[in-house]
């Protein structure tokens, strides 16, 4: 926007938009005559090719902008109610196990806690449920054998809109997080319109994994300048990916045109423990990691013993690239370590680490049938230059405590890294891409995921 007026004209346009749709979720003070005037522009703007889509790029990017405030504004009120509920629940429960005589009454709290807890993990909503819903509308419809007779509709456009913000750098959902499922209709034809609007470009996929809470979404935000959400708890649900466009500076060095980042929500995730909990954790894991040229591993601290399980399920899926003839590279990231300095300590965490994959390799050989003995013979690794280690993101304790300098370092030397091993990869096309997330989704769907995947190849 050039000037004052345009700003406030727009803002204008967002302010109508936001009371259409939900009347309750703003209001401001009204002088006499501006709902007349309201009610015009309303027209005024649905008329204009219906919404958003009648918007340019910069009046897209305020409009979400102030959508996701808006948004932001509403759940945190509703989030701090329902952590002061928790709270008094949980303290009356405290107080309840210290009676043995009031069992009834302590299952009673115990379960109402439970319901509280369910409710906390589903109050929050931003954006990314509303590009969601564009894709369950645009699936529903696409799975009509009779379409309607008016000729296009509304929901026909949907892919187009989200391939413009996709390719505007917003973060789009590759997996549900609620569902656990992708979108098999939804999310190809995303990625044709993304082709169509850029071309079949050369993109280099770069995953990461790790537990839950463990700085996945903080790194690749720092490191790039991303919009991945950032929050203590199980911010982050299933997967979203993020096109970034290759620098002028780097387009000689790089021999592809974007880096198309996908971020996962944390494994092991506390909320999800049950039964269901590792075989969603495989499928996660298993997907991306087929899905990625490169795959970061975080690890939170600097002992692999207490990340066995996860390693077990990174492990595993390496192992069923390596079957079916798929060649990603992995670097182990050790966030939050106290003296990344301290070169014989680092070189203990490696070899324990080292050992540890090499169990895991071991261990995950015999549920896929499959011969090896060592990490090295699954994937190219090298435990000298793969592992890195990053010192904790604050010097004390937030909110007062102000940003670690060395964790700066540790990410730009990280960022280095990666465009290092990038430089000799060719990455693969979008529309590669695209035929690697239905293949492999499909081939996931399947009991046996190694013959499934090998005859879609």
Known sequence: MTDQREMLALLEKVDVMVQENNPSCYTRPKCEGAHEEDKIKSSEFQGNQQGISSLTPSEKEY????????????????????????????????????????????????????????????????LEHIYREMGQIYEAHASLQKQPLTGQTDWSQYPELAAELMIS???????????GHVPITWIPRLLEEVIQKLGDKRVFVLSVLGIQSSGKSTMLNAMFGLQFAVSVGRCTKGAFMQLLKVSDELRDLLKFDYVLVVDTEGLRALELAGDSTLHRDNELATFVVGLGNM??????????????????????????????KLSPSCVFVHQNVADVAAAEKSMEGRRRLQEKLDKMVQLAAKEEVYDAQSFSRVISFNVHEDVKYF???????PPMAPPNPGYSESIQDLKNFIISKA????????????????DLWNALLNENFVFSFKKNL
Do not use: C
């Not at 979400?64 to 002061?84: A, G, M, P, R, Y």
């Not at 690890?299 to 079957?323: C, H, T, W, Y």
């Not at 430089?423 to 239905?438: D, E, N, R, Y």
């Open 423 to 438: 430089s000799q990869s060719t990455g693969i096309t979008l529309s590669q891409f695209k035929s690697k997330v239905q």
């Open 169 to 179: 750098g917003h973060p789009i959902e590759l997996m549900d997080g609620d569902a």
């Open 295 to 324: 795959t970061l591993i975080n690890v939170f601290g600097e002992n692999p013993s207490e990340m066995q399980d996860v390693l077990q399920i990174v492990v595993q899926a390496f192992m069923r690239m390596k079957v079916v």
């Open 63 to 126: 409009f979400l902008k102030w959508t996701q405030l808006f948004i932001d504004d509403l759940t945190t009120e509703n989030v701090s109610s329902i952590l002061q509920n928790y709270d008094g629940t949980w303290s009356e429960v405290l107080m309840l196990k210290e009676k043995t005589e009031q069992s009834n009454q302590l299952r009673a709290k115990q379960q109402e806690l439970e319901q509280i807890s369910e409710k906390l993990h589903k109050a929050t909503f931003g």
């Open 391 to 397: 010192a904790q993101l604050w010097e004390g304790s």
